[in-house]
């Protein structure tokens, strides 16, 4: 046990070593600033649709013309698909968010007038009812009887539909196909060492690698080397992490939110409840404030907040401006549009006042507990603030 312990504090000490030296090369460099992952782009899906269309459409303002999208076809579509050797490129037309019914609209489209190819990204999100196999009924009315392009199903490791037939779709993943795709785009940029596209393919690689958890050159990957260079370095980091999990910071904050907390708000809004809803991990544990005709519904971690009315009454549009308005100033976040018609703002980006900058979910878990348990008062009271602000509406 002892031998066991030492090892462990020789690890933390040389994961402390490499954490800072790490730290001083991103300071110094600006290495690890990437504006997707500043932005949110990476990991939305609709935004980084709207990113990955504009690189395959000849239109876009890469001035590139189809280069990329003649990539994107060789290397990605025509491997799988093998009905779209015709396709022209000189009457492509890129489109997101593409409608085919009034809540149904595919990602990206790439068509010439002849050939319609759909695809449908997943990141993080999970698949609606039918979805798919909806836009593969939709891919057949648009390509001729004897020419189905199925639906391109882009996901981060290429996984399966759960509810669509095999022969409606094709799998495509961020980690193989898109990545392979994007490097061959930046090999033509290569040359150029002050393009700004160089630049910008780069940054969005690696923000992509991120996600999918294969990112190059980063302090976790020289952590990771540190943990398995051998069987005592590997046990010690077992035991570490089991005492981690141990400590269950995220419900440790969640008890006394959905405790002490909610009885705090109480106090003042008498009528507040905690709740739970959905399953897995779509649940919501959240406090629910009725104001009047509204209620603000705010998830135990603070990253989900809506403002809601009650009875799913419509709301006039000059109302929802000013409740958007006072969340996103509250906030700092827009509405992100749920499009449930009795939701007036709703976000799933919001964090904590002053824990904005922290991306590290485990830190963000940690930090927040801390704050709810030196001070449950001062977070009621911010709770509290979020409700008044509304009172008037």
């Known amino acids: 046990m002892a031998d066991l312990i030492h090892t462990e504090a020789q690890l933390i000490k040389s994961v402390q070593t490499i954490i800072k030296k790490y730290e001083d ?10 504006i997707f992952k500043v932005a949110g782009i990476s990991e939305k899906e609709v935004r980084l649709c709207r990113v990955l269309a504009d690189l395959l459409d000849p ?10 999208l003649k990539l994107f076809m060789d290397n990605v ?10 396709f022209n490129l000189s009457k492509v037309r890129v489109t997101t968010e593409y409608p085919i019914t009034e809540d149904r609209r595919i990602d990206i489209v ?7 190819i759909p695809i449908e990204v997943k990141i993080f999100a999970g698949e609606q009812e039918k979805q798919i196999t909806d836009y593969a009924v939709f891919s057949r009315k648009m390509n001729a009887k004897d020419c189905f ?12 539909s759960y509810e669509a037939s095999k022969d409606d779709y094709v799998r495509i993943s961020f980690k193989k196909h898109i990545i392979s795709w994007l490097e061959k785009c930046l090999s033509l940029e290569e040359k150029n060492k002050v393009s700004p596209l160089r630049e910008i393919l780069k940054q969005l690689i690696n923000a992509i690698k991120s996600f999918c958890g294969c990112e190059d050159g980063t302090m976790e990957n020289a952590i990771n080397a540190l943990i398995t260079e051998s069987r005592d370095s590997y046990k010690a980091a077992l035991s570490i992490k089991k005492a981690i999990d141990e400590l269950g910071f995220d419900t440790r904050a969640w008890e006394i939110f959905k405790g002490e907390i909610c009885e705090l708000v109480k106090n003042k809004f008498t009528e507040a409840e ?9 649940t919501w544990h959240y406090l629910k404030i009725p104001i009047g005709n509204f209620k603000i519904c705010i998830n135990y971690d603070v990253k989900s907040i809506t403002v809601e009315s009650v009875n799913s009454k419509k709301v006039d549009a000059g109302t929802a401006d000013k409740i958007n308005k006072i969340m996103s100033g ?5 509405n992100e549009d749920w499009k449930v018609d009795n939701i007036i703002w709703a976000s799933k980006s919001v964090k904590y006042p002053g824990l904005e900058d922290i991306d590290n979910d485990d830190i963000y878990s940690f930090e927040l507990y801390l704050i709810y348990s030196k001070n449950p008062q001062a977070a009621a009271d ?12």
């Open 274 to 282: 905690y709740l739970e809803e959905g399953g897995g991990n779509d």
């Open 149 to 160: 392009i199925p639906v391109v199903f882009l996901t981060i490791d290429g996984c399966e």
């Open 25 to 34: 090369l991103y300071r110094e460099t600006g290495m690890a600033y990437n």
């Open 77 to 86: 579509i025509r491997p799988l698909i093998d009905k779209t050797g015709k």
């Open 330 to 334: 509250l906030t700092g976040v827009r």
């Open 59 to 68: 239109k876009g303002l890469h001035y590139k013309g189809s280069v990329y």
């Open 382 to 393: 911010k709770f509290i603030a979020m409700a008044n602000a509304l009172m008037n509406i």
């Open 110 to 116: 790439i068509e010439d007038g002849t050939v319609f």
